[in-house]
């Protein structure tokens, strides 16, 4: 993504036209510092494949905006058919302070965003950081992006957005920080959570122990009552049924025996006699008891609401409720379900089972077609489970359903309202394409062509929609409906001229706006067009006469911003001069000489503000130079250059700058100082000055490194090659001391001439070629050494060293570097030998490998007589004989002639000179023919011939052959011979080609 990060205001948010509202709704952040008034947008819509449909700028007016706070601004579009993106730019913001930001050349910095996919990553960080975190905080290349998703200059220490510090976000909202939080809150939660069930467990048990009581005591009771009436008899009851005591006893023996409605009416014919009252209600208690337990869950209910608040009735009357609720849910019957939850609201778990029962509700509802309905509920259950998505999917067959049936406008806004969670893209535009062929039956045509631009790239919409909807814009061009026209000029851009016909019905808006009056208005207009060269003029004519109200008001400044937006209107840019000028002047004249130096900066060469530009800056400089202020006054004074003496001032001032840092004992600053003025008084020697006294506090801080730089510097000032040797000398003695033997070394041969230096060096390197062979490192240990020359024993040592080396070499099988060993030691014991040796076994190597070549030219590197020296024409046969059997003869002759006497090389010779003189030659003369049979025909002879070494034998048998021709070149292309005896006849020869062609021409000599 890309920002401007000038920009003073946000896009928020936004809230796109829909079947309700007509608007296009911006929340805009203001993250200025100041009141916003207005703001100019350019909104673009885009249709498929990013085809421009709509591209509309606005001024639109805010009504409270102050600094940090989000604002709300409204725009009209002139057209929102088929519509599938928009892209927001502000143009221009209005301050309270009549000041304007306005988009520039100011650059643009891209970003990648930092927004996680929904899910329980962003979940977290929105719990640990709020509800308005997108993404973890990042630091890239040219932007930080705070918690929020904001892309902060990376000079900010604050979110321009939602005000988070910098350092706070990136501490807190990191994924592992967040991580750590989560996982200390669910510990929380776990602990809470085994705490309640703990606490369940317990009320359980005891609620068991008080069961298992109440049944004992109702079977002891049971037995007493059976043992009384027993013992007591018919009589007994004879005797007693007339008293209320006795009738107690009976109401009390039903009620324990389970009758409750007749132990009811009994104790209720007791009126008052001791607590029967009471043991009415108990009566109808247990019989509430007795029917829930026998599932009779309406009756139970209504005699616990009857009995208000005895005992546990209330409670009593919900859990009956409340199992009847779930009879209802488990038995299918949702919608009843659902109502009885909702009557239990707050209780147990009755509100997440209402919304449960119409959940299933709406999935019945659904998969029994009734789409509507279905959606209604899913609608009403807000993010309950998956309820968003199901009113997509209820969308969505409400959508086929509209379109089966012909009813495009209803299946469209179906479609639209799925688009973002469904892919009904094609379907969309089928939707709309014919729905817009309805349109175009019924007359509408310019309904028709917004309904084909929305359907895109949909067979020929594109074409419908263009047809339908430019020639509908003459129409109304032609009857001076100008608004309408660029609406539908602009919506078909760029089919034929709609563009530039769009200008022009905007422009002759801007007429008609004029002509009543309304020159603000006009200008709006026009400045949308500024491509169309008349109104761009009036644009600029009319912020030029603005420019002219506001000066006759001796409103400078909005006169300045007018004559500005002018332009190269007229004489605007001289005017907008002349007005700086007056400021410039009343400042300087009020001995404001910095606002004055602005002010005439900005004018440039205009009349003399070049040296009023100077002199203003002059007695800035002059006024911080008798205020002490030196480096200030060095800066203004050097800025002059050559104005007047400020050169001399500016060494003036650093000069004061410099001794004011000496006599503060700052002498690294003094002597920076002191340095930049070279010559100026006496400044290099107090440059000099404060070098050495930084070197002597550093050489007292024991610091050697430091105090050897700062005294080589300082060459021959003073004593400071002296110090310098003397630091370096201690330096490298305890270097030497410690073992460091490099660092010695380095540190001695600095002062070679210095006291024992050079020695000191020698007994380094000594000690360093000893420790290397100590440590087995011969290579290192010979370089050493030699490097000592004739020091000590060293010599001796090196040749010993460079003997182990090549023996261990040759152990090894490594030839090359054993030769370079003992190549190097002449007569050092068996060298001589070994390295022979070496050659010897290289050679093989090489020759093994087939490179016969370099094999013999490393075995010529010995003496005669040597026998390695005696296989380099066993080699080189070797390798003939391999040029010849794979046909290379020529090459094989070559090597067969640098043999010799070589034992077989004349044979081998003269049979590849044979092979090779087989053929027909030519030359302008006539042919030489040699057959495989021996025969021969050159020039006007003919006969036997044979080959012997470089001679070639002819006659006129074949068993009588003599030398009769020296064969001075053979070559696979050419032949030169000369008869032997005559010296100075020659005859050349080429190979004869196919057809008789020649390579090349002989000539006799």
């Known amino acids: 993504m890309k ?19 007509k608007q296009c709704s911006f929340v805009l952040n203001n993250i200025s510092l100041k009141h916003v008034v207005s703001v100019q947008i350019t909104l673009t819509s885009y249709g498929a494949k990013d085809f421009v449909l709509l591209k509309q700028t606005d001024r639109l007016p805010v009504d409270d905006a102050p600094p940090g706070l989000p604002f709300t601004v409204s725009m009209l579009p002139t057209e929102w058919g088929n519509v599938l993106s928009v892209d927001l730019v502000i143009e221009k913001v209005w301050f309270a302070d009549a000041t304007v930001w306005r988009r520039g050349n100011a650059p643009v910095v891209e970003y990648e965003p930092n927004a996680l996919p929904g899910g329980r990553k962003l979940d977290q960080l929105r719990f640990v950081a709020g509800e308005d975190a997108v993404g973890y905080p990042q630091l890239q290349e040219q932007v930080w992006l705070c918690v929020c998703g904001r892309a902060n200059d990376l000079k900010s220490d604050r979110c321009c957005r939602c005000r988070r510090g910098r350092e706070t976000v990136f501490a807190a909202c990191t994924p592992e920080n967040v991580d750590n939080l989560i996982a200390a809150h669910e510990q929380k939660l776990n602990t809470v959570a085994q705490s309640a069930r703990e606490e369940a467990g317990r009320i359980s048990e005891q609620q068991e122990t008080i069961r298992r009581k109440a049944a004992r005591k109702r079977r002891i009771l049971w037995g007493t009552i059976l043992t009384v009436i027993l013992c007591a008899g018919i009589a007994a009851g004879v005797i007693f049924w007339g008293l209320p005591a006795y009738r107690y006893y009976q109401a009390s023996t039903l009620l324990a025996e389970g009758d409750y409605d007749a132990a009811r009416a009994a104790f209720v014919s007791l009126d008052d006699y001791r607590d029967s009252q009471s043991l009415v209600q108990e009566c109808d208690y247990r019989k509430a008891g007795s029917l829930f337990g026998e599932d009779m869950l309406d009756d139970a209910a209504a005699l616990y609401l009857s009995l208000a608040d005895y005992k546990d009735s209330g409670d009593k009357y919900l859990l009956a409720k409340y199992t009847i609720a779930q009879n209802s849910f488990s038995g299918g019957s949702y919608e009843l379900a659902a ?59 409400i959508g086929l359903n509209a379109f089966s049936a012909g009813a495009y406008e209803l299946a469209a806004q179906k479609f639209e309202a799925v688009r973002d969670t469904l892919d009904v893209a094609l379907q969309l535009q089928e939707t709309y394409y014919l729905w817009g062929l309805n349109k175009q039956e019924e007359g509408s045509y310019e309904e028709a062509g917004v309904l084909f ?30 608004g309408k026209a660029a609406e539908l000029f602009q919506s078909v851009i760029p089919y034929l001229d709609s563009e530039t016909r769009y200008w022009e019905s905007v422009y002759q808006q801007g007429l008609i706006e004029e002509q009543l009056g309304n020159m603000e208005a006009a200008v709006a207009l026009y400045e949308t067009i500024p491509l169309h060269g008349e109104a761009a003029q009036k644009v600029k004519a009319y912020y030029y006469q603005q420019a002219e109200v506001a000066l006759a008001q001796n409103d400078t400044e909005t006169a300045v911003k007018q004559f500005a937006l002018a332009g190269d209107y007229s004489d605007a840019a001289q005017r907008i001069l002349a007005i700086r000028y007056g400021e410039a002047v009343a400042a300087f004249d009020a001995e404001e000489y910095q606002t004055a130096s602005g002010l005439y900066a900005e004018l440039g060469d205009y009349e003399d503000s070049q040296e009023k530009y100077s002199q203003s800056k002059y007695l800035l400089a002059t006024a911080a130079y008798e205020a002490g202020e030196y480096a200030q006054a060095v800066y203004q004074f050097l800025a002059l250059d050559e104005y007047s003496d400020s050169a001399q001032m500016a060494k003036k001032a650093r000069y004061s700058q410099a001794q004011a840092a000496f006599d503060a004992d700052d002498y690294e600053q003094a002597a920076l100082l002191f340095e930049s003025l070279d010559d100026y008084e006496d400044s290099a020697e107090m440059a000099l000055q404060s070098r050495y006294n930084i070197a002597v506090k550093t050489l007292n801080a024991m610091d050697f490194d430091t105090a050897i730089a700062l005294f080589t510097e300082l060459h021959d000032y003073s004593d400071s090659a002296d110090m310098a040797d003397q630091a370096r000398y201690e330096q490298a003695q305890a270097s030497f001391d410690s073992g460091e033997y490099d660092t010695a070394i380095t540190l001695f041969t600095a002062i070679l001439d210095y006291r024992d230096s050079a020695d000191m060096i020698h007994a380094a390197q000594y000690a360093q070629a000893e420790a290397a062979l100590a440590a087995g490192d011969t290579e290192q240990a010979a370089a050493l050494f030699t490097a000592l020359g004739e020091y000590a024993d060293s010599a001796d040592r090196l040749d010993a060293v460079r003997y182990d080396i090549g023996s261990a070499a040759m152990d090894a099988e490594d030839y090359p570097g054993a030769i370079q060993a003992f190549a190097r030691l002449s007569a050092y014991e068996d060298s001589d030998a070994k390295l022979e040796q070496a050659i010897y076994h290289w050679g093989l190597g090489l020759k093994s490998s087939g490179d016969t070549e370099s094999a013999v030219a490393l075995l010529n590197t010995l003496p005669d007589g040597t026998v390695a020296r005696q296989l380099v024409g066993d080699f080189i046969l070797s390798e003939a004989l391999r040029l010849k059997q794979t046909g290379e003869l020529q090459a094989a002759a070559e090597l067969f002639l640098t043999l010799g006497g070589h034992a077989g090389a004349k044979d081998y010779l003269s049979a590849t000179y044979y092979e090779m003189l087989l053929g027909t030659w030519e030359n302008d003369d006539g042919i030489a023919e040699f057959s495989e049979n021996n025969a021969y025909a050159l020039l006007d002879e003919t006969g036997w011939f044979n080959v012997e070494g470089q001679t070639l034998l002819t006659g006129d048998t074949p068993g009588k052959l003599s030398a009769a021709y020296t064969l001075d070149a053979l070559t696979d292309a050419q032949l030169t011979l000369s008869p032997i005896g005559d010296q100075e006849t020659t005859y050349t020869f080429t190979r004869a080609q196919e057809g008789g062609d020649r390579d090349g021409t002989g000539a006799q000599q």
């Open 339 to 397: 109502g009885q939850f909702a009557a239990l609201s707050g209780y147990q778990d009755s509100d997440s089972m209402r919304q449960e029962s119409l959940y299933q509700q709406a999935l019945k509802l659904f998969d029994s077609g009734k789409a509507d309905e279905a959606r209604l509920l899913f609608t009403d259950l807000g993010d309950y489970r998956d309820s968003a998505d199901q009113v997509a999917v209820c969308d969505y067959r």
């Open 3 to 21: 920002i401007d990060l000038t920009c003073p205001v946000e896009l928020w948010k936004y809230t796109l036209p829909d079947e309700h509202t």
């Open 453 to 482: 631009l929305k359907a895109g790239d949909y067979e020929d919409a594109q074409y419908r929609a263009n047809v339908s909807l430019y020639f509908l814009a003459a129409e109304h061009y032609d009857h001076q409906e100008f």
